[in-house]
């Protein structure tokens, strides 16, 4: 493989050093390796579960993979939203 294939091959793998960047600048000290690990559990898990569940929902004479796209889609929204009313949850004054 030459240098310009191996450029284009890593650049989608970029996203995930900011991320954890992101998580180590954000986080409070004492939990960043807690949250890091938690982050690459989620990614593990993101790259896992979907595969199956589009094998396990694929149906010809539903459309293909409507039925396991759709599921994907109310998940991303229900962690959407979850993360959301966390994110505007009322902070305790400690």
Aim: aromatic residues 8%; positive net charge.
């Amino acid at each position: 493989m030459d240098c310009a294939g191996k450029a284009a091959g890593a650049v989608p793998l970029g996203g995930a050093g900011a991320v954890f960047t992101w998580v180590a600048q954000r986080a409070p000290q004492a939990r960043v390796g807690t949250i890091t690990g938690m982050v690459g559990a989620a990614g593990g898990l993101g790259g896992f579960f979907p595969p199956l569940l589009m094998g396990a929902t694929y149906s010809p004479e539903l459309g293909g993979y409507t039925v396991g796209l759709g599921l994907l889609c109310a998940t991303a929204l229900a962690a959407t939203l979850f993360t959301y009313i966390i994110a505007h949850a009322p902070k305790d004054a400690a």
